[in-house]
């Protein structure tokens, strides 16, 4: 490939961030559930796939270990995730930041520069209707492994909702 053509390619993929408070909980999983529907599908060549938090205090940390666990039970490989902050700058490369409560929502539409990126900052549960009116994902931080496996269900749901908006323009090549 010529450094032409990896332009091109980076130019045609479409660019999702998962960003929660930490980078340790949510964001993980809903970045890992949607890297393996993007690959079963085969569209993670049209898929660019990130997370990030609003705060910095685990920058560099592997994702909390009950994160992992739950991945795990559900057969998804979190382990290569390191925790970062999301940069505001990040909003001219992204065409999608989906934050996971109206915290981190507000966050996120704060450091926005343009409508345009404004308009960028979606919350997941918005994807699947049926939780839409639920607005927040918990965050299962102080909790227990159940709630980090009700959680990880709820981001299943609303991640596969929105591969599902997204793939039919992925199969066509359109951002």
């Given at each position: ?104 929502s507000r966050v996120l539409r704060n450091w ?31 909790s227990d492994d159940a709630t980090f496996d009700?959680?990880l269900g709820m981001i299943e749901r609303s ?17």
């Amino acid at each position: 490939m010529t450094r032409a053509d990896a332009v091109v390619d980076s130019a045609q993929r479409f660019r999702v961030s998962f960003v929660c408070t930490g980078n340790i909980c949510r964001s993980p999983m809903a970045e890992a559930v949607l890297r393996s529907l993007a690959d079963r599908a085969g569209l993670a060549d049209r898929l660019e796939i990130e997370s990030a938090a609003t705060g910095d205090w685990h920058v560099g940390e592997q994702a909390d270990r009950r994160t992992l666990a739950a991945l795990e039970r559900a057969g998804y490989d979190g382990s290569r995730h390191r925790a970062r902050q999301f940069d505001p700058a990040d909003f001219v490369r992204l065409d999608l930041i989906v934050a996971f409560d109206r915290g981190q929502s507000r966050v996120l539409r704060n450091w926005a520069r343009t409508s345009v990126d404004e308009h960028k900052v979606r919350l997941l549960l918005e994807f699947d209707p049926e939780l839409a009116g639920v607005h927040d994902v918990p965050d299962p931080y102080y909790s227990d492994d159940a709630t980090f496996d009700r959680v990880l269900g709820m981001i299943e749901r609303s991640t596969s909702a929105l591969f599902r908006q997204l793939a039919p323009a992925l199969r066509q090549g359109i951002r």
